[in-house]
T-cell receptor, first 112, second 113 residues
Framework: QQQVKQSPQSLIVQKGGISIINCAYENTAFDYFPWYQQFPGKGPALLIA?????SEKKEGRFTISFNKSAKQFSLHIMDSQPGDSATYFCAAFLSGTYKYIFGTGTRLKVLA | KAGVTQTPRYLIKTRGQQVTLSCSPISGHRSVSWYQQTPGQGLQFLFE???????NKGNFPGRFSGRQFSNSRSEMNVSTLELGDSALYLC????????????FGQGTRLTVV
């Protein structure tokens, strides 16, 4: 019940295309869902986050779509750029446990 | 604001040795968490500290321990190192009143030979 399942494991997108990464969770008590971007040799950097009372959140080219009934959320990267090539992690947080449960990561490559 | 600082960035240790990693959180942040990142297991929660108290611990053996000081800086220690402890160890800090955003440091790359 504590798992977060992320797909796909890897993704190749043409420059200007839309990148879509999906995550699913089981525990309905999770109350915060962030996405992190990680470049090689760096720590994860917070990209965008959403709470379960919101169905969509957009920041620039990045959008989170959240489906509470399906217990799924996804990251959409519009107009993908080669600089977006990185590993993306979804996560879920349960207040009171003070810990994040991370998905397994998606390695995104955007072709120039 | 300065970010989360982890030292050292790289470490090479021999099996059986022990190691101490350090983390300085963002100024004003009192919550510090540690995660282990490996290609096979991904990001796994080790423990979380707040005001020098451990509030939660992940499913790791007792060889992994940590502590937090009064200035919120944190250390984690791994004793009797095993080859499988080779990983990127990440520290994250969170502040009060900022939702639950966690900000990660660049990590310490530990290699056990």
């Amino acid at each position: 019940q504590q798992q977060v399942k992320q797909s796909p494991q890897s993704l190749i997108v043409q420059k200007g295309g839309i990148s879509i990464i999906n995550c699913a969770y089981e525990n309905t008590a999770f109350d915060y869902f962030p996405w992190y971007q990680q470049f090689p040799g760096k720590g994860p950097a917070l990209l965008i986050a959403i709470r379960p009372d919101v169905s969509e959140k957009k920041e620039g080219r990045f959008t989170i779509s959240f489906n509470k009934s399906a217990k799924q959320f996804s990251l959409h990267i519009m107009d993908s750029q080669p600089g977006d090539s990185a590993t993306y992690f979804c996560a879920a947080f349960l207040s009171g446990t003070y810990k994040y449960i991370f998905g397994t990561g998606t390695r995104l490559k955007v072709l120039a | 604001k300065a970010g989360v600082t982890q030292t050292p960035r790289y470490l090479i240790k021999t099996r059986g040795q022990q190691v101490t990693l350090s983390c300085s959180p963002i100024s004003g942040h009192r919550s510090v968490s540690w995660y282990q990142q490996t290609p096979g297991q991904g990001l796994q929660f080790l423990f979380e500290y707040f005001s020098e108290t451990q509030r939660n611990k992940g499913n790791f053996p007792g060889r992994f321990s940590g502590r937090q000081f009064s200035n919120s800086r944190s250390e984690m220690n791994v004793s009797t190192l095993e080859l499988g402890d080779s990983a990127l160890y990440l520290c994250a800090s969170r502040g009060l009143g900022e939702g639950t955003e966690a900000f990660f440091g660049q990590g310490t790359r530990l290699t056990v030979v």
